[in-house]
């Protein structure tokens, strides 16, 4: 039935299209046929993680596995809302191609961005006026609230910071003050807060390992 296909000595796009939506039909896989998108949204932030972890390790192949990982979850989306004449892949690539388009006018356009600087710039301006942002309020209520606390905290520090909102954080005003107060320094030195406390957490495993096996010795 699927002769052509598992012929193949080598697959793109495409097949991949056609696989997803052969493992959705009614002779495909009964799991894959039962799954929602609130049901697989775990999954893509773990295979998210995944591909950080293969970069951090500077693993090519298993960064080349984890990636199709991610692009499965995004053609699997993509899928359930082909199946409800809603939008599929092909509009998905559409819109990010037109999204990179408008927001790269110093390459498609007629704008001067001569450093990274002023890329970030623009680039912040033209979201904000695509997504009728008015006020730098809007902008940072558009950062999700699903992302880890830390991060989304920083966010929000460093958005309020570049329009002029910088006040001091009592750190003894609770666990939850203590963290902001940390943040706020850390923005302060352009640290990333989550990879500092990622760091410092290796350093934490690497110690206890030590101080574990000194103890059986």
């Known amino acids: 039935m699927y002769e052509a296909l598992l012929a193949k000595d080598r697959y793109d796009i495409a097949d991949l299209l ?9 002779t495909g896989c009964p799991w894959d046929r039962e799954q929602t998108h609130a049901s697989i949204r775990k999954s893509f932030v773990e295979e998210t993680y995944e591909v950080i972890e293969a ?25 359930l809302e082909r199946e409800k004449g809603v939008f599929d892949f092909g509009d998905v690539c559409d819109g ?3 999204k990179l388009i408008v927001r790269h006018p110093h390459v498609f356009g007629d704008v001067t961005a001569e450093t990274s600087e002023e890329v970030l710039s623009n680039w912040d301006a ?14 940072m209520e558009s950062v999700p609230r699903e992302l880890p606390a830390l991060m989304r905290a920083q966010k929000l520090l460093h958005k309020g910071k570049k329009a002029g909102y910088e006040p001091e954080i009592d750190p003894a005003g609770g666990i939850g003050q203590k963290l902001m107060a940390v943040l706020q320094e850390a923005d302060r030195m352009d640290v990333d807060a989550e990879q500092a406390l990622s760091d410092a957490a290796d350093a934490f495993l690497a110690d206890f390992a030590a101080y574990e096996q000194n103890r059986t010795k």
Request: glycine content about 2%; proline content about 2%.
């Open 18 to 26: 056609e696989i997803m939506t052969i493992l959705r039909s009614p």
């Open 126 to 139: 033209i979201k904000r006026r695509t997504k009728k942002q008015t006020t730098t309020t809007q902008a």
């Open 96 to 98: 990010i191609c037109k």
């Open 55 to 79: 970069i951090n390790k500077d693993d090519a192949e298993l960064l080349c596995e984890e990636l199709g990982d991610v692009l499965l979850q995004v053609v699997f989306h993509a899928e």
